[in-house]
């Protein structure tokens, strides 16, 4: 069975299989269609201010969302999370 979706990138109807779909939530992935998936799987390097550390993100995704790209790498930024979390209470 197949259902239909609306991507939450480019808000375009595509459909996905109910299977692919479920999976797809219990992956707690969001739903895309195929060519947002592709623009996405396209990834762009680059160190990390905090760490140096190389980190991967995918300049697609963050043009979509309409959000500045990311300056920290993921370890850094959930420390930071965290670090703030702490301080508040
Ligand atoms: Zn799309
Ligand atoms: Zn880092």
Do not use: H
Not at 52 to 79: D, H, I, Q
């Amino acid at each position: 069975m197949d259902m239909e979706l609306s991507c939450d990138l480019c808000g375009d109807i595509f459909t996905l299989k109910t299977s692919a779909f479920r999976e797809a939530r219990a992956k707690d992935r969001q739903s895309n269609c195929g060519d947002c998936m592709l623009k996405i799987a396209r990834k762009e390097k680059k160190a990390c201010k905090n760490c140096s550390e190389p980190m991967e993100y995918s300049p697609f995704w963050y043009v979509m969302k309409g959000m500045e790209e990311p300056k920290t790498c993921k370890v850094c930024k959930e420390k930071a999370a965290k670090s703030l979390a702490e301080k508040r209470i």
